[in-house]
């Protein structure tokens, strides 16, 4: 099946991918050039700084704009400080070392189990009284670099993997020419986006938020105790669990993952997540305020959530070095386990690369495959926030039906390699797979699996049916957007 094939046949060396990104990847920082003489600037972060400061908003400290993290209303949300050790302190959220994102320290936050009190602020929190983890993406704007994309491409250079720039800001863009631009949040339209620009990213114009929760660790399946009784085909709420070494819970199809997770905690917005609001916390990754480089892989076979693969494992080539054990990965916790995470520290989000191959709530318009649901079980009865929709016509390759800040094609344009008799899609960071939806594949999957090494990563991009995965290995991850704003019709 070519969705399969595609992650099974990447055999590439670290080396040779290395040779591969200096002649197919010709790395140019975008320039900004004001064709305005009213602007007494040169560069693209000054215009944003004078324009907000124009507006009465400060941008020159970004980290004083992080917002607030939304506990919710009389919320079960307990904000929480992590230690490098795994150590869970309960804290006030008026604690100034609750999080920095300036330092790369995350806001944390966990929800108990029914049956346990909460509590009292500087006291530790056992993990077993903890029914899930969260990690908060305060809102932001980024700066467009590869808007115009064409699908794939054979020839010319391409824009490697740079740190992408972040402004924290709970105020919106605007339409300000050469300076920023309002997002279109729509397949295929950039709208009047150019690179250079400043964008506020879709993930949080969707919800009309200031961020968001999202589950530090895959979805997994509470009492199972092996990666067989975490294949279930169910859509029951009261089985999500979100902790290190647990079952990621797997073999589901769309429709039961996407009402499992909106039924978690309405009160919160609990939703299944989506591509746009992944390429959120991708990006804050590989910004200055995250780990800035790809994740190490989650490549521990028995599908445990929280591992880090160890130094010397083989990821270089696919498939990977895998298995369950000491010899194979690490913990969140323990030794070099934390650079699985998306700051390279204990308080980012973990398994965004293998481990599990993450279904998201995104789908080819007019196409559901086997994922349970039809148009009037979907979009009559769900509303749009709550997935992406992606032009009628995406193909594999067709990287401009992107929807901008979605970590898709604003990855490419897109190389095919040939790597032996074996040749697949790529974008041009680290080498990670690439497939858009079509008609037989029409919803997105990311990460990639434990067994895919340097494929795999929080830029990958898979295409499945949404049903259950052939491989065992389809799962998923929650989102809460704070408050119920999104009610069905």
């Known amino acids: 099946m070519k969705k399969t094939i595609l992650a099974f046949i990447l055999g590439l060396s670290l080396s040779a991918l290395g040779v591969a990104a200096i002649s197919l990847c010709n790395a140019k920082d975008i320039e900004y050039t004001s064709k305005d003489p009213t602007w007494d600037v040169d560069t693209v972060s000054d215009a944003l700084n004078d324009l907000y400061k124009s507006k009465g908003s400060n941008t020159n400290d970004s980290c004083n704009n992080v917002a607030e993290p939304n506990l919710g209303d009389g919320s079960k949300l307990i904000p929480v400080i992590i230690s490098d050790n795994g150590t869970i302190t309960k804290v006030s959220k008026n604690n100034p070392d609750w999080y920095n994102y300036c330092e790369k320290k995350w806001a944390n936050a966990v929800i108990l189990n029914d049956d346990v009190q909460v509590p009292n602020d500087n006291q530790q929190i056992d993990m077993d009284n903890i029914e899930s983890m969260f990690v908060w993406i305060p809102k932001y704007k980024y700066r467009l670099w590869n808007v115009n994309v064409s699908g794939l491409t054979s020839t010319g250079s391409l824009k490697q993997a740079h740190s992408i720039e972040i402004v924290f800001d709970t105020n919106n863009t605007v339409e300000e020419p050469e300076v920023s631009c309002v997002t279109p949040m729509e397949s295929g339209n950039i709208g009047s986006c150019s690179n250079g620009e400043y964008m506020t990213h879709p993930a949080f114009i969707s919800f009309d938020v200031d961020g968001f929760w999202v589950g530090k660790f895959e979805t997994g399946y509470k009492n199972a105790i092996n990666a067989s009784q975490a294949q279930v085909n169910s859509n029951d709420s009261t089985k999500i669990i979100i902790k ?72 270089v080539t696919y498939p990977g ?163 119920n704003k999104h009610p069905t019709n």
């Open 244 to 315: 290190p070494d647990a079952f990621s819970w797997r073999s589901n199809i769309i429709k039961n993952m996407f009402e499992a997770a909106y039924n978690y905690e309405r009160d919160l917005d609990s939703h299944m997540i989506k591509n746009t609001e992944w390429g959120a916390v991708a990006y804050l990754s590989h910004s200055k305020y995250g780990i800035d480089r790809e994740v190490n892989i989650n490549n521990n076979s028995s599908y445990k959530t929280g591992y880090g693969a160890k130094a010397n494992t083989f990821q």
């Open 321 to 483: 070095e895998s298995g369950d054990g000491g010899n194979f990965n690490n913990p969140w916790n323990v030794g070099n386990g934390c650079l699985a995470s998306t700051t390279g520290n204990i308080t980012g989000i973990y398994d965004m690369s293998g481990g599990a191959w993450e279904y998201v709530a995104a789908h080819r318009s007019g196409a559901y495959g086997g994922s349970g649901f039809s148009q009037n079980t979907l979009e009559e009865v769900y509303d749009a926030g709550f997935y992406d929709l992606y032009n009628a016509n995406s193909s594999p390759t067709t990287s401009q039906y992107m929807i901008l800040g979605d970590a898709t094609g604003e990855l490419g344009p897109i190389k095919y390699y040939k790597n032996g008799d074996l040749t697949s899609y790529h974008t041009c960071w680290y080498g990670d797979n690439f497939d858009f939806v079509d008609s037989s594949g029409p919803w997105f999957q990311r990460s990639g699996g434990y067994p895919d090494g340097f494929a795999a990563g929080q830029f990958y991009l898979n295409a499945y049916t949404g049903g259950v995965y052939a491989y065992n290995g389809g799962g998923t991850r929650l989102v809460l957007a704070g408050e």
